[in-house]
């Protein structure tokens, strides 16, 4: 990192930005309805102030995945997953800290070989990450680029509707909370039963029976059942015994894909709109 300038990251949702002298004077992310900026004002810190503050925890979420989150908490506060599979292991989601003992508990699970992030409020410190695991490619849709505050040659663009990566996963674009959202199918995860990793694109709730989908989580604005219908319909085709939300232990053990399904039919008729889900 060059002396004259830092990462700044924006505290409110953990955003790291393009090395600069000065913080940046605002956070587009945070400026967007389905975010907010900090009640205080825009607040920054950098990344070696939070290696200083913080540190990971690694800790087993399933079979195959472990989380790796800040604390104290930090920002969203969400979890990053790393997934091992057979031919490499994938970072999906992001978080802001990285440092030498991250490094180093990431390297004995493997490492990575790519990373992939449902949608920009987790994009974080994503190219540092990438950086530090031999610039590893960063798979975004292209329908948020818009949204990426530090740009790097690693960031793969994809477009369409599935993106198929190594070890059977599988990227699905599902638009809803962002037009870009996307999820992450393993074929091989649970024994063969299938894993979908969501984010907060399909949000696994308090009572883990359920999911849900929303426009703003913070704002609590939620999605016309348009988009509920095209989300359901996107993962309909996958099988998946679990969900792995976004949060520490945010995760549907069992019967993940019928809970999809009845999730968006109580969703569509508590707005009212009882259609079933997949059809408009």
Request: hydrophobic content about 35%; aromatic content about 12%.
């Amino acid at each position: 990192m060059s002396e004259e300038g830092k990462s700044w990251i924006c505290t409110t949702c953990g955003t790291q930005y393009e090395v600069a002298v000065s913080p940046p004077k605002n956070c587009p992310i945070c400026e967007d309805e389905r975010q907010f900026v900090n009640w205080n004002g825009q607040d920054w810190t950098t990344l070696s102030d939070l290696q200083r503050s913080h540190q990971n925890l690694f800790k087993p979420q399933g079979p195959g995945i472990t989380g790796i989150g800040i604390t104290p908490k930090f920002a969203i506060g969400q979890r990053a997953l790393l997934v091992q599979t057979g031919e490499g292991n994938l970072l999906w989601d992001c978080i802001s800290l990285i440092d030498e003992a991250t490094n180093e508990a990431v390297r004995a699970l493997g490492g990575i070989s790519a990373i992939a992030i449902s949608h920009p409020h987790y994009y974080s410190s994503m190219v540092e990450w990438s950086d530090n695991f031999g610039d590893v490619p960063i798979y975004i849709h292209a329908d948020d680029q818009r949204w990426v505050m530090r740009p790097s040659p690693n960031i793969v663009f994809w477009k369409g509707e599935q993106e198929k990566l190594f070890g059977n996963l599988t990227l699905i674009r599902c638009g809803g909370h962002f037009e870009g959202g996307m999820v992450l199918h393993w074929a091989d995860g649970e024994e063969q039963a299938g894993a979908l990793l969501t984010g907060d694109i399909i949000q696994v709730v308090q009572d883990r029976r359920f999911v849900s989908f929303m426009w703003s989580y913070p704002n609590y604005i939620p999605l016309p059942a348009s988009a509920v219908n095209r989300i359901v319909q996107s993962v309909r085709s996958f099988n998946f015994k679990r969900i792995y939300g976004a949060w520490w232990d945010a995760i549907v053990e069992n019967d993940g894909k019928a809970a999809v399904e009845r999730s968006a039919t109580r969703y569509l008729e508590a707005i009212g709109d009882p259609t079933k889900p997949g059809y408009s």
